[in-house]
């Protein structure tokens, strides 16, 4: 009962990360289109993750990245909630020292993506929320 229960959570986390990575593949490649320049992807700090960090402009811009198959319960953005933005601020501070950073504008974007398979709604949010 335990072995099935691990392997299918198991599975069920692979699908995740599949997705993940698909959703973050998707976000790329429309803001390159919209000019982004893609510094970095899935920066990882002991606070947190970034998806993706670009250049847009004169802003080093943090972007989370959120995907659905439907909006039927909230829209893929709504779940950047307080906490998650707390995270990905202090995981973005800490990218800014440790690129010595010091001046530079930034910004946090969030990239909405809903998906059925056949096709892709895809929203971009700047300036989702500030320090």
Do not use: W
């Not at 919209?34 to 960090?53: P, Q």
């Not at 440790?98 to 971009?124: A, M, P």
Request: with cysteine; glycine share 4%; aromatic share 10%.
């Amino acid at each position: 009962m335990f072995k099935f229960l691990r392997r299918n959570f198991k599975n069920a986390e692979r699908e995740n990360i599949r997705k993940g990575r698909e959703g973050e593949d998707i976000a790329c490649a429309y803001l390159k289109r919209k000019g982004y320049r893609i510094i970095e992807r899935n920066f990882r700090a002991s606070v947190g993750e970034i998806d993706i960090i670009a250049r847009d402009d004169k802003y080093t811009v943090f972007v989370e990245v959120k995907m659905r198959v439907s909006d039927d319960f909230a829209k893929p953005e709504e779940n950047v909630d307080y906490s998650k933005q707390q995270k990905i601020k202090r995981c973005a501070e800490l990218y800014l020292l440790q690129n010595g950073l010091y001046d530079t504008d930034c910004r946090f974007d969030v990239v909405s993506i809903k998906s059925n398979g056949k096709e892709e709604k895809i929203e971009l949010i700047r300036n989702a929320f500030s320090i």
